[in-house]
Nanobody, 121 residues
C-alpha cells in the first residue's frame, strides 16, 4: 500500500507565504511526476505546479513567479513554497505522485488527503 500525507497550509493574509509538503510512504519502487492541484469552492481541481524526474517544472500562469515546487528524492517528498499569496489562491490543495510499486511495473496516481489554504484580503 502507498500513502501520501500532506503537511502545511492554513490561514494567511494576502501577501503572506505558506509552505506545503507531501510525503509518500509504503511499497515504492519509483516515483515519476509529482504535482500540486488546487480545488476552489464550486470549481474543478486544477493543476497548480508539477515537477518531473528531471526536476523540470511547470506552473499554472496564475502562480508563475510566486510559487516554487521542489522534490526530495531521498525522502519521497514534494513541496510547494507559496509566496505573495492572493485571495484567489484560496482552496483545497492536493498533492499527487505517480508511483510504481514493482520493478518494470505500471505507475499509478496517488493523492494526498488535501489541505485547506485560505488567503484573506
Amino acid at each position: 500500500q502507498v500513502q501520501l500525507v500532506q503537511f502545511g497550509g492554513g490561514l494567511v493574509q494576502a501577501g503572506g507565504s505558506l509552505r506545503l509538503s507531501c510525503v509518500a510512504s509504503g511499497r515504492i519502487v519509483s516515483i515519476f511526476a509529482m504535482g500540486w492541484y488546487r480545488q476552489a469552492p464550486g470549481k474543478q481541481r486544477d493543476l497548480v505546479a508539477s515537477i518531473d524526474t528531471g526536476s523540470n517544472t511547470n506552473y499554472a500562469d496564475s502562480v508563475k513567479g510566486r510559487f516554487t515546487i521542489s522534490r526530495d528524492r531521498t525522502k519521497n517528498t514534494v513541496s510547494l513554497e507559496m509566496n505573495s499569496l492572493k485571495p484567489e489562491d484560496t482552496g483545497v490543495y492536493y498533492c499527487n505522485q505517480r508511483i510504481s510499486r514493482r520493478i518494470d511495473g505500471p505507475a499509478s496516481d496517488y493523492w494526498g488527503q488535501g489541505t485547506q489554504v485560505t488567503v484573506s484580503s
